[in-house]
């Protein structure tokens, strides 16, 4: 019988999805791509997109424990459902890996920018990532892909 793939969660703009906030996406090159589809059954989710925000939208930035748009709207309680949307999923699916885009206020897994909107990067973690790590669930980002390869 053939052996079940594991399942990874991933990032949806790193598969194509055009659910950035300027409605673009941040595809991964196609035969890196599909190395991941050879090894894992792929489960693509968007935090922000699911967490009730538009596309396109206004980029955001985290502030300590709370989100900005880039126009002052706070939107912490759309990242927060995203965040534990994307957990919910892999608790359901027994997802125990996830692939996330590195710098994005929801996912990125070791920087984020700092809450400025003046491109300077922290060490940090996205909204999403964070809350998924504390679940135990394994985050590493696109530029950490030859990891789980
Ligand atoms: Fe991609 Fe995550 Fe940003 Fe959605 S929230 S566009 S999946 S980096």
Excluded: W
């Excluded at 409605?23 to 090894?39: A, M």
């Excluded at 939107?75 to 885009?101: D, W």
């Excluded at 300077?120 to 669930?137: C, F, H, P, S």
């Amino acid at each position: 019988m053939k052996k079940k793939m594991e399942k990874l969660l991933i990032s949806a703009c790193l598969i194509g999805s055009d659910v950035k906030y300027d409605g673009g996406n941040n595809r991964l090159p196609s035969d890196v791509l599909n190395k991941l589809k050879e090894k894992y059954e792929l489960v693509s989710f968007c935090p922000e997109v699911g967490g009730g925000l538009s596309i396109p939208r206004n980029p955001s930035e985290q502030r300590g424990s709370k989100v900005f748009m880039d126009d002052g709207r706070e939107v912490t309680n759309e990242f927060l459902s995203g965040a534990r949307k994307a957990l919910t999923i892999c608790q359901n699916q027994g997802i125990r890996i996830a692939l996330l885009k590195e710098r994005s206020p929801s996912c990125g897994v070791h920087q984020i920018y700092d809450g400025n909107f003046n491109h300077n990067k922290i060490d940090g973690q996205g909204v999403t990532a964070e809350l998924l790590i504390k679940n135990g669930i394994k985050c590493f980002s696109e530029e950490e892909i030859d990891t789980i390869l």
